[in-house]
């Protein structure tokens, strides 16, 4: 059974760009959460679809948005973006919305802002 | 506001010892944690975890306790080997809040041979 699979892996913008991220979910899967890893601030929730539905938010600024396609998979994307969001984002899916559910994480899309 | 925290945030043992990591939380809602282990270059994986009706829970190597009115766990690893050397990370949620996890800083592991 494939992983988790993240797009790009790797990527690089300039301050004030947009960039869009995007996650496919192991198959059946019909939860994903996104997750920022960054040295100073750890491991960050961002927020979390399932069934095509926003579930949960973290306390980030409106400029990160997310949707989820019917077929689970999910796209992220940071508008207008800052220094401070370089950072390591990482995908998570699990079965459905019961947190008692593994779930299971990308590999990551490495971004870069300078 | 930090409500999972956890230390030491690095860690050294020889091959054979044993690694111990320990969270503790804030929020008593909390009533699933679970432990990841991250390699460089790749997402966390799920190591073990447990739930609050539970004081303790053994998979191999690896063994959670749970002290509830203390509202800490920690992570024993036993017999660590180099290829444990890892960043070991906690978490918690609420089945209320869904998938959403609140991990703790990180604990950077490494097991000399």
């Known amino acids: 059974k494939a992983g988790v699979t993240q797009t790009p892996r790797y990527l690089i913008k300039t301050r004030g760009q947009q960039v869009t991220l995007s996650c496919s979910p192991i198959s059946g899967h019909r939860s994903v959460s996104w997750y920022q890893q960054t040295p100073g601030q750890g491991l960050q929730f961002l927020f979390e679809y399932f069934s095509e539905t926003q579930r949960n938010k973290g306390n980030f600024p409106g400029r990160f948005s997310g949707r989820q396609f019917s077929n689970s998979r999910s796209e992220m994307n940071v508008s207008t973006l800052e220094l401070g969001d370089s950072a390591l984002y990482l995908c998570a899916s699990s079965l459905t919305g019961d947190s008692y559910y593994e779930q299971y994480f990308g590999p990551g899309t490495r971004l870069t802002v300078t | ?113």
């Open chain 2, 1 to 113: 506001q930090q409500q999972v925290k956890q230390s030491p945030q690095s860690l050294i043992v020889q091959k054979g010892g044993i690694s111990i990591i320990n969270c503790a939380y804030e929020n008593t809602a909390f009533d699933y944690f679970p432990w990841y282990q991250q390699f460089p270059g790749k997402g966390p994986a799920l190591l073990i975890a447990i739930r609050p009706d539970v004081s303790e829970k053994k998979e191999g190597r690896f063994t959670i306790s749970f002290n509830k009115s203390a509202k800490q766990f920690s992570l024993h690893i036993m017999d660590s080997q180099p290829g444990d050397s890892a960043t070991y990370f906690c978490a918690a949620s609420t089945q209320a809040a869904g998938n959403k996890l609140t991990f703790g800083g990180g604990t950077r592991v490494l097991v000399k041979p």
